[in-house]
């Protein structure tokens, strides 16, 4: 990967070829400080950003404990999430900041202050307690992007019980899955959501996960669509009913630094959606931390975090990072060019918003309506755009740079996982004036150390591809794996001893700085979200017709790659576009639309290892190049390189056959 990609319009201040890339870049000002201050202590370090951003109602004794690799942070020390991110803002002039503008689909807004934000919390938390619920439980939460989303999680963390959101566009299969492995008896949902100007009937997929989960005893409704809804099989409140009880008011409860604040499923390599652990305290400090470092929100800003509250992004700079510093957020409930491509910059410029987060994918579909929408708005107000999910194509951040950004915004590439709880790698503008590079996530934030793996576990040279790795453990990392420690030592720690495997491939080039280039496992990122090849598999295998599946990715314009199904049928199955097309469906109604792979192509055999696993690596090399074997060198079957070779020259042949008889 060479240094930087092609420049920008000419007014740009940062334009690749006016930067200092002939020098090595030299860290300095705030960001060096911090970083050497975290090199020379790490603990020190953490635990002063702790205190600093944290209420602790009893202070941590041992910043870093735990037997590695499972860390634990801050511990003896107790705090509330929801204490540390509306009650402690309710004392003077702050309680009156706006803690989001609210703007449903259809056009409906809600203004929340932090005193009402509290007032909510509150109540629904004392309802709760009155009906019995407290920290032995846990809770699910499928509901649209509206207020009663952040205003349930908080109230479930200030009783301290852990919460799992479900992303609205998962079908209920997926939704039970989650609340059965979790053991939830609660469950938050609503009557309807509103996506792309149709309704989604979230009560009625909901009541069909319920139907499959016993333990679920309580289901509580929130209005949206006022649509007319069956009554669930299990106990039913209304969210309104709840906010208008006089339950005797509970205090907040403090829980220990690593108790459970939420998890959240997510895809792995193999089997069903694992639920990522993430812990109070450390998490907190992280996203806090990071939310300042990176994003640093004034008294006169407003953050825009344009993801869904269903993935970690929306956790963390949504909900808990800016609510951590009392910043202002806009919350959005639908999709960012519906009704029209000018919604999202009418956003922009009805609520001032100086802080713009989103995805790549959002800026591709963006870009595809022109430049017209957002010369047709004031935007003056933009001081800062973030980037995450994906690697952002260079032409992609050119066109956010100049034509959201007018040329002023410095854009904030941010590389994070579900696992890491915050940012890891990012720029940081109110820290130092680095120079950016169209594509990189340039360095590690201050105390954070990540570097570039080689399969043997050296370090990879300059400009070379390895695996990256995070050496030192850090607050917002994962405290495990729901039920499953095990999984949680093999899929992060096993692969480089005493190093956390992040299952990215990355560069690092001569300035240090990092660039990203996607999962080096069998996770795909669709849109954004992300999807295991294994889940799409189970599904396409629950099919009577389907022996074999292998699900494999191939470039998408918008989405940056979709799903690409290669299925072998069962003796005696008449494959066509009919059978293609169920296929596809049975996909979309397991685990939900957004996985439903765009093609499903027939074949009669997939190459195999000799001990019988699908060489996955070969099906993709061969989707993508063709006939071309892919690395074969790396392949750990024990199967013969011939052998792969005949294998694939057949796939190949068929795939060819299957593709031209498809378009003609
Ligand atoms: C995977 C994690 C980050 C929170 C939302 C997604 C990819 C994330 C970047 C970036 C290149 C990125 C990685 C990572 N990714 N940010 N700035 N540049 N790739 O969390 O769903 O757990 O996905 O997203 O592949 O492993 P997630």
Same mark, same amino acid.
């Given at each position: 990967?060479? !240094?930087?990609?092609?420049?920008?319009?000419?007014?740009?201040?940062?334009?690749?070829?006016?930067?200092?890339?002939?020098?090595? #870049?030299?860290?300095?000002?705030?960001?060096?400080? $911090?970083?050497?201050?975290?090199?020379?202590?790490?603990?020190?370090?953490?635990?002063?950003?702790?205190?600093?951003?944290?209420?602790?109602?009893?202070? #941590?004794?041992?910043?870093?404990?735990?037997?590695?690799?499972?860390?634990?942070?801050?511990?003896?020390?107790?705090?509330? *999430?929801?204490?540390?991110?509306?009650?402690?803002?309710?004392?003077?002039?702050?309680?009156?900041?706006?803690a989001y503008y609210w703007e449903g689909e259809d056009g409906a807004r809600r203004t929340l202050s932090y005193a009402d934000l509290g007032r909510e919390v509150r109540t629904l938390a004392s309802s709760l307690a009155e009906q019995g619920f407290g920290p032995e439980d846990r809770a699910a939460l499928y509901l649209p992007m509206v207020p009663e989303l952040p205003v349930a999680m908080l109230a479930l963390a200030y009783l301290g019980i852990p919460f799992t959101v479900v992303f609205s566009g998962f079908a209920s299969e997926a939704l039970a899955h989650r609340i059965q492995d979790l053991g939830a008896r609660l469950l938050f949902t609503a009557d309807g959501g509103y996506r792309r100007g149709r309704v989604?009937?979230?009560?009625?997929?909901?009541?069909?996960?319920?139907?499959?989960?016993?333990?679920?005893?309580?289901?509580?409704?929130?209005?949206?669509?006022?649509?007319?809804?069956?009554?669930?099989?299990?106990?039913?409140?209304?969210?309104?009913?709840?906010?208008?009880?006089?339950?005797?008011?509970?205090?907040?409860?403090?829980?220990?630094?690593?108790?459970?604040?939420?998890?959240?499923?997510?895809?792995?390599?193999?089997?069903?959606?694992?639920?990522?652990?993430?812990?109070? !305290?450390?998490?907190?400090?992280?996203?806090?931390?990071?939310?300042?470092?990176?994003?640093?929100?004034?008294?006169?800003?407003? $953050?825009?975090?344009?993801?869904? +509250?269903?993935?970690?992004?929306?956790?963390?700079? +949504?909900?808990?990072?800016?609510?951590?510093?009392?910043?202002?957020?806009?919350?959005?409930? !639908?999709?960012?060019?519906?009704?029209?491509?000018?919604? #999202?910059?009418?956003?922009?410029?009805?609520?001032?918003?100086?802080?713009?987060?989103?995805?790549?994918?959002?800026?591709?579909?963006?870009?595809?309506?022109?430049?017209?929408?957002?010369?047709?708005?004031?935007?003056?107000?933009?001081? $800062?755009?973030?980037?995450?999910?994906?690697?952002?194509?260079?032409?992609?951040?050119?066109?956010?740079?100049?034509?959201?950004?007018?040329?002023?915004?410095? +854009?904030?590439?941010?590389?994070? @996982?579900?696992?890491?709880?915050?940012?890891?790698?990012?720029?940081?503008?109110?820290?130092?004036?680095?120079?950016?590079?169209?594509?990189? *996530?340039?360095?590690?934030?201050?105390?954070?150390?990540? *570097?570039?793996?080689?399969?043997?576990?050296?370090?990879?040279?300059?400009?070379?591809?390895?695996?990256?790795?995070?050496?030192?453990?850090?607050?917002?990392?994962?405290?495990?794996?729901?039920?499953?420690?095990?999984?949680?030592?093999?899929?992060?720690?096993?692969?480089?001893?005493?190093?956390?495997?992040?299952?990215?491939?990355?560069? @690092?080039?001569?300035?240090?700085?990092?660039?990203?280039?996607?999962?080096?496992?069998?996770?795909?990122?669709?849109?954004?979200?992300?999807?295991?090849?294994?889940?799409?598999?189970?599904?396409?295998?629950?099919?009577?017709?389907?022996?074999?599946?292998?699900?494999?990715?191939?470039?998408?314009?918008?989405?940056?790659?979709?799903?690409?199904?290669?299925?072998?049928?069962?003796?005696? +199955?008449?494959?066509?576009?009919?059978?293609?097309?169920?296929?596809?469906?049975?996909?979309?109604?397991?685990?939900?639309?957004?996985?439903?792979?765009?093609?499903?192509?027939?074949?009669?055999?997939?190459?195999?290892?000799?001990? !019988?696993?699908?060489?996955?690596?070969?099906? @993709?090399?061969?989707?993508?190049?063709?006939?071309?074997?892919?690395?074969?060198?790396?392949?750990?079957?024990?199967?013969?390189?011939?052998?792969?070779? @005949?294998?694939?020259?057949?796939?190949?042949?068929?795939?060819?056959?299957?593709?031209?008889?498809?378009?003609?």
């Open positions: 990967m060479s !240094g930087a990609p092609a420049g920008g319009a000419p007014e740009d201040p940062l334009r690749p070829d006016r930067l200092p890339f002939d020098r090595r #870049f030299t860290p300095s000002g705030a960001y060096a400080q $911090l970083r050497s201050a975290a090199e020379a202590n790490p603990e020190e370090f953490w635990a002063a950003v702790s205190r600093r951003e944290l209420f602790w109602s009893r202070p #941590f004794t041992t910043t870093l404990g735990g037997t590695p690799p499972e860390y634990r942070w801050f511990e003896g020390g107790e705090l509330n *999430a929801a204490v540390n991110c509306v009650e402690r803002h309710l004392a003077g002039s702050s309680a009156h900041r706006v989604v009937p979230l009560k009625e997929i909901a009541d069909r996960a319920v139907a499959q989960c016993p333990r679920v005893d309580t289901v509580v409704v929130v209005r949206r669509t006022h649509l007319e809804v069956p009554t669930s099989s299990v106990r039913e409140r209304d969210w309104g009913e709840l906010l208008a009880r006089h339950a005797p008011r509970v205090p907040a409860r403090e829980v220990s630094s690593e108790h459970p604040l939420f998890l959240l499923y997510s895809s792995g390599t193999t089997g069903l959606p694992k639920g990522i652990i993430h812990g109070t !305290g450390g998490y907190l400090t992280q996203v806090a931390a990071t939310t300042r470092w990176v994003f640093d929100p004034g008294p006169n800003d407003v $953050l825009w975090c344009a993801a869904d +509250i269903g993935w970690v992004t929306g956790h963390s700079y +949504i909900v808990f990072g800016p609510l951590a510093l009392g910043a202002t957020s806009v919350l959005y409930e !639908g999709a960012l060019d519906h009704p029209s491509p000018h919604r #999202f910059y009418e956003i922009l410029e009805r609520y001032g918003v100086t802080e713009l987060y989103t995805s790549p994918t959002a800026l591709r579909s963006l870009r595809r309506h022109g430049d017209e929408p957002a010369r047709s708005h004031r935007l003056g107000r933009l001081r $800062l755009l973030g980037s995450v999910g994906e690697p952002i194509n260079p032409s992609v951040w050119e066109w956010y740079f100049r034509v959201i950004g007018q040329g002023r915004c410095p +854009i904030v590439d941010t590389w994070w @996982q579900t696992e890491t709880g915050g940012i890891l790698v990012s720029p940081a503008p109110s820290l130092d004036g680095r120079p950016l590079k169209p594509g990189s *996530a340039t360095l590690p934030l201050p105390g954070i150390d990540v *570097a570039v793996f080689r399969e043997d576990g050296r370090p990879a040279a300059v400009g070379e591809r390895g695996f990256a790795v995070v050496r030192r453990p850090w607050p917002g990392m994962l405290l495990g794996l729901w039920d499953d420690p095990e999984r949680y030592r093999s899929a992060y720690w096993g692969r480089f001893p005493g190093v956390y495997y992040t299952g990215d491939y990355a560069v @690092q080039d001569s300035d240090g700085y990092l660039w990203f280039l996607g999962r080096a496992d069998e996770v795909l990122k669709v849109a954004g979200h992300r999807l295991g090849t294994a889940e799409i598999e189970s599904a396409l295998l629950q099919h009577p017709a389907v022996a074999e599946a292998a699900v494999c990715s191939e470039p998408d314009p918008v989405k940056g790659s979709r799903p690409f199904a290669v299925v072998v049928l069962k003796p005696g +199955i008449e494959a066509g576009p009919g059978l293609a097309e169920e296929l596809a469906s049975g996909v979309g109604e397991r685990v939900g639309k957004f996985a439903r792979p765009e093609r499903v192509l027939f074949v009669a055999m997939l190459p195999r290892t000799r001990s !019988g696993k699908i060489m996955r690596r070969v099906v @993709q090399a061969v989707v993508l190049q063709g006939d071309s074997v892919g690395d074969v060198s790396t392949l750990e079957d024990e199967a013969s390189v011939e052998e792969v070779r @005949q294998g694939v020259a057949r796939l190949a042949a068929e795939l060819a056959a299957a593709r031209s008889s498809r378009s003609s």
